[in-house]
């Protein structure tokens, strides 16, 4: 916390002016340090400190903590994003054992497609394993995803469309075994009775692999070309056919959206309206005396695993040389984590954005990094200036908003 107050029931009734009416997330702690601190985030600062702390009105049930209190303790925050990360690493520090049902912080749906298997297969889980290397073993993980039922047919609607195994149990592959409805349909390859060779079986693991890798595009572009090489052959019937077929994998790509990604590359600058004091922490690269807190915003950013932020960015800046590009590069250098510590970290963080990006209505914007990994710089300038401007957000966020308020 930023700022530490005294407080008393014996003060004035002028004591809470000295309080912003913003948004931010407060303590309230009492004489007995270790007693159970009153830990929450509010849009109106003041008004909030004045229902808890003010006298009581006669016969009223509202909550009253002005005789236990003997500090406020608060951090200001310049958006609905900061102060729910901000109030998750509070209550974290000070509620180790039970933080996350304080929160009521979900984990995200993930695809997982384990490759430590010797005969892989893809399933939805909201666990991550265990972190090893740069991030988690073997297995890869895509998403997240708007509720685990979006996450459960679009990877049910895009297995129709291989022949990788569904079961869920360890092979041990006989040619004895009777097989299930999936080989009977021609649906799988049947590594379970030696239906197909080792190699074939990886061969189409590494189709499916590729699938959500590219989010589908690998898949999309094999069909639109083997539509346009029936069409050439003016097979149109053949054609059409496979038209339907594209038709078919664009409403299953419907699920996707702009977020899911293979998670060890997701990679993604958040934009927020700031709320920055003169005298708070500014960026090493920038003169605090040359910001004006209604020039800045806020980036957080989440990449390796973990969420990072804020950093605040000075929109505009007085007899500024540099150009805006390069003092957001090093902003971003700022930003970028060494990787998540746990697997509950990555978690947690995951479940944070992923709560944040699925809202019906979000202040903001967020900017994903290019498959190549580097991250759209005149994009990212473009967010910032709306951002600050108080713009609504882009067509693109809209409309994954939209699909989002469709999905919950």
Not at 151 to 163: H, I, R, T, V, Y
Not at 307 to 335: H, I, M, Y
Not at 343 to 352: D, H, P, R
Request: one cysteine or more; proline letters at 7%.
């Amino acid at each position: 916390m930023t700022h530490s107050i005294p407080f008393a029931s014996d003060h004035p009734p002028d004591f809470f002016a000295q309080f912003p009416a913003a948004a931010a997330v407060f303590l309230l702690r009492g004489a007995d340090e270790g007693a159970e601190p009153y830990v929450s985030k509010t849009a109106n600062l003041r008004r909030r400190l004045q229902r808890l702390l003010a006298p009581p009105e006669s016969q009223s049930k509202r909550l009253n903590l002005r005789e236990r209190v003997a500090r406020i303790d608060y951090s200001l925050a310049g958006s609905d994003f900061e102060s729910a990360l901000l109030l998750y690493k509070v209550l974290r520090q000070e509620f180790p054992e039970n933080y996350n049902k304080r929160l009521r912080l979900r984990p995200a749906p993930l695809v997982r497609l384990n490759l430590e298997n010797e005969y892989p297969r893809a399933y939805v889980t909201s666990r991550v394993g265990k972190m090893t290397g740069k991030l988690t073993g073997r297995s890869l993980y895509y998403g997240p995803f708007a509720s685990r039922t979006v996450a459960e047919k679009f990877m049910n609607d895009s297995l129709d469309l291989f022949k990788m195994r569904r079961c869920t149990f360890d092979l041990e592959p006989d040619p004895k075994f009777p097989g299930c409805i999936y080989s009977e349909m021609k649906m799988c390859l049947a590594p379970c009775f030696k239906g197909c060779t080792d190699q074939d079986y990886a061969a189409e693991v590494a189709r499916v692999q590729a699938y959500f890798d590219s989010g589908g595009q690998s898949l999309l572009r094999e069909m639109e070309e083997e539509r346009e090489r029936l069409s050439a052959a003016l097979d149109f019937e053949a054609a059409a056919q496979q038209h339907a077929k594209v038709a078919k994998l664009k409403g299953i790509l419907s699920a996707w959206d702009e977020i899911c990604r293979r998670l060890d590359r997701l990679d993604a600058v958040i934009i927020q309206p700031s709320f920055i004091q003169p005298s708070f922490i500014q960026p090493s690269f920038i003169q605090p005396a040359f910001i004006s807190p209604a020039k800045s915003v806020a980036l957080f950013r989440f990449c390796k695993g973990e969420l990072a932020g804020p950093e605040p960015f000075p929109v505009k800046v007085e007899n500024e040389t540099e150009p805006l590009e390069s003092r957001l590069r090093a902003a971003l250098e700022q930003l970028t984590p060494a990787a998540a510590r746990s697997s509950q970290q990555f978690t947690e963080g995951l479940a944070m954005l992923k709560r944040w990006y699925y809202r019906s209505h979000k202040v903001g914007e967020i900017i994903f990094a290019k498959e190549d990994g580097a991250l759209p710089m005149r994009r990212l300038v473009n967010a910032i200036g709306r951002v600050h401007r108080g713009e609504q957000t882009s067509e693109n966020t809209k409309e994954h908003e939209e699909k989002g308020q469709n999905n919950r």
